[in-house]
């Protein structure tokens, strides 16, 4: 998602009433369907939308990025296959539900 080509789109409809009521709000209901405020509300909603999927895009990617480097991950996933083969050989020390 790119917040900026959004933003750059919807700025010229924005300039052009001026002012606009935000979406939703009794006063931008109030006004007709080509009214050029309601469609200025419509495209700034649009672009703030943008911004936050942007912005929990990069969040997600930092995370993914920390949980990456937190722990080697390769190893892990050998003492998973490890236990898994030592208890497919020894049925014995499988653990049974409570």
Do not use: Y
């Not at 469609?39 to 990617?61: N, P």
Request: charged share 25%.
């Amino acid at each position: 998602m790119s917040w900026l080509s959004v933003h750059e789109f919807v700025a010229p409809v924005l300039a052009r009433p001026g002012s606009f009521p935000m979406i939703g709000t009794p006063e931008w209901c109030a006004l007709a369907d080509d009214h050029p405020a309601k469609l200025a509300a419509i495209f700034d909603a649009a672009q703030h939308w943008a911004l936050r999927v942007e912005a929990a895009q990069e969040a997600l990617a930092e995370a993914s990025h920390s949980i990456s480097a937190a722990e080697d991950w390769s190893d892990i996933a050998d003492e998973v296959r490890r236990r898994q083969q030592f208890h497919a050989e020894n049925s014995w020390a499988r653990r049974r539900p409570a």
